[in-house]
T-cell receptor, first 111, second 114 residues
Framework: GEDVEQSLFLSVREGDSSVINCTYTDSSSTYLYWYKQEPGAGLQLLTYIFSNMDMKQDQRLTVLLNKKDKHLSLRIADTQTGDSAIYFCAESRGSARQLTFGSGTQLTVLP | EADIYQTPRYLVIGTGKKITLECSQTMGHDKMYWYQQDPGMELHLIHYSYGVNSTEKGDLSSESTVSRIRTEHFPLTLESARPSHTSQYLC?????????????FGQGTRLTVV
């Protein structure tokens, strides 16, 4: 099947910016999402972007969308130790518009 | 804060037992989903529902079954658990408004079959 792809691991120093990348497959996706999963917890919606936008900023989070290349990125400014988690990008597809997730990127923030 | 609940949070059970994982939401959402999450993090959709009396199989084949008799309740059942069923199971519900599927997730059930 078609995959949503992410790199598996990212380590950054506290205070630096983190950039998590994702490529998706369904060009008809109208919304694309970033979810965060902390250890032992479910997924929490962080932010989403409408497909006719190139960028969306929400406090420390910036989402960039390149629809031509089907590339989505999440930038976290001033990364903190509390940002350590797994980050999933997702697109909605199918008749129920169910979410299809990438493999997740484990972000580790080093002090 | 999401109003979707899964029980139990953790379950260790012997091979061959029948188990039911519970999922309830109080948001009145029509669509509900079950995802299986591998130890290596990847999430796979195993079941979903459009609403009451609707159940559909997801992208990943699963030996589990689901039912949707009430809007708020979407239990998942394994008739005979096996060690290969050991995984984390995440339930979600969503509403679809203007093209946006905002999904809310439960805390998950971590199942270990010994």
């Amino acid at each position: 099947g078609e995959d949503v792809e992410q790199s598996l691991f990212l380590s950054v120093r506290e205070g630096d910016s983190s950039v998590i990348n994702c490529t998706y497959t369904d060009s008809s996706s109208t919304y694309l999402y970033w979810y965060k999963q902390e250890p032992g917890a479910g997924l929490q919606l962080l932010t989403y972007i409408f497909s006719n936008m190139d960028m969306k900023q929400d406090q420390r989070l910036t989402v960039l969308l390149n629809k031509k290349d089907k590339h989505l990125s999440l930038r976290i400014a001033d990364t903190q130790t509390g940002d350590s988690a797994i980050y999933f990008c997702a697109e909605s597809r199918g008749s129920a518009r169910q979410l299809t997730f990438g493999s997740g990127t484990q972000l580790t923030v080093l002090p | 804060e999401a109003d979707i609940y899964q029980t139990p949070r953790y379950l260790v059970i012997g091979t061959g037992k029948k188990i039911t994982l519970e999922c309830s939401q109080t948001m009145g959402h029509d669509k509900m989903y079950w995802y299986q999450q591998d130890p290596g993090m990847e999430l796979h959709l195993i079941h979903y529902s459009y609403g009451v009396n609707s159940t559909e199989k997801g992208d990943l084949s699963s030996e589990s079954t689901v039912s949707r008799i009430r809007t708020e309740h979407f239990p998942l059942t394994l008739e005979s658990a096996r060690p290969s069923h050991t995984s984390q199971y995440l339930c979600a519900s969503s509403e679809y408004v203007g093209g946006n599927t905002e999904a809310f997730f439960g805390q998950g059930t971590r199942l270990t079959v010994v």
